[in-house]
């Protein structure tokens, strides 16, 4: 059974810092390009990071760039986010995430995130 | 970036309707729009990629429909387990996705 487990979520004052954490298993780690997308509470979905199987290519939404970093550890197929200078504004249900990538009609590929963990929740209060 | 815009925000609908619900792009994305169902207090669910292939256990009665700019998701006999939250997702700009605001589906 598949399955992404995330942690390190919790209260952290502005300006501090967090690690989360998502374990996968059930399928091939290494194989899949994963994703953070956080949702605030009571609001929409937004993607935040994602980071190719072998590490060479990391994405991020540009409100995140400079302050988290996203990285991942094959060998333990596991998945992290380390947000560094927080603000009351991250605060949101972080969500780990599989992309999929299909190969379609004319060579096209087509992603989307076809699994995902069930959150953890980041508060940034003081 | 580009916009992603779903209307209605929320409907009201009884067991047995058929549903549709709008997602218009700011620019041409081709194809490349998925469709999410979320329920309270749970991860989202994948139910459509690729404008119109529904994701593997997914319900028939989910479908998905348009290119360019404009598309929509139809649930035909809404069921009870189909009251949600649903967003639409472009993935045309890889990796900066961007979300609709989602579409609440109430019982009426």
């Known amino acids: 059974e598949m399955q992404l487990v995330e942690s390190g979520g919790g209260l952290v004052q502005p300006g501090g810092s967090l690690r989360l954490s998502c374990a996968a298993s059930?399928?091939?780690?290494?194989?899949?390009?994963m994703s953070w997308v956080r949702q605030a509470p009571g609001k929409g979905l937004e993607w935040v990071a994602n980071i190719k199987q072998d590490d060479s290519e990391k994405h991020y939404v540009d409100s995140v760039k400079g302050r988290f970093t996203i990285s991942r550890d094959n060998a333990k197929s596991s998945l992290y986010l380390q947000m560094n200078s927080v603000r009351g504004d991250d605060t949101a249900v972080y969500y780990c995430?599989?992309?999929?990538?299909?190969?379609?009609?004319?060579?096209?590929?087509?992603?989307?995130?076809?699994?995902w963990g069930q959150g953890t929740l980041v508060t940034v209060s003081s | 970036d580009i916009q992603m815009t779903q209307s209605p925000s929320s409907l009201s609908a009884s067991v047995g309707d058929r549903v549709t619900i709008s997602c218009r792009a700011s620019q041409i994305i081709g194809n490349y729009l998925n469709w999410y169902q979320q329920k309270p207090g749970k991860a989202p669910k994948l139910l459509i990629y690729?404008?119109?292939t529904l994701q593997s256990g997914v319900p028939s009665r989910f479908s998905g429909g348009g290119s360019g700019t404009d598309f929509t998701l139809t649930i035909s006999g809404l069921q009870p387990e189909d009251f949600a939250t649903y967003y639409c997702?472009?993935?045309?700009?890889?990796?900066?996705?961007?979300f609709g605001q989602g579409t609440k589906v109430e019982i009426k």
């Open positions: 995430a599989r992309v999929s990538v299909v190969l379609m009609l004319y060579a096209s590929t087509h992603q989307s995130l076809d699994f």
């Open positions: 690729a404008a119109s």
């Open positions: 997702q472009q993935s045309y700009i890889t990796p900066s996705w961007t």
């Open positions: 059930g399928f091939s780690f290494s194989g899949y390009w």
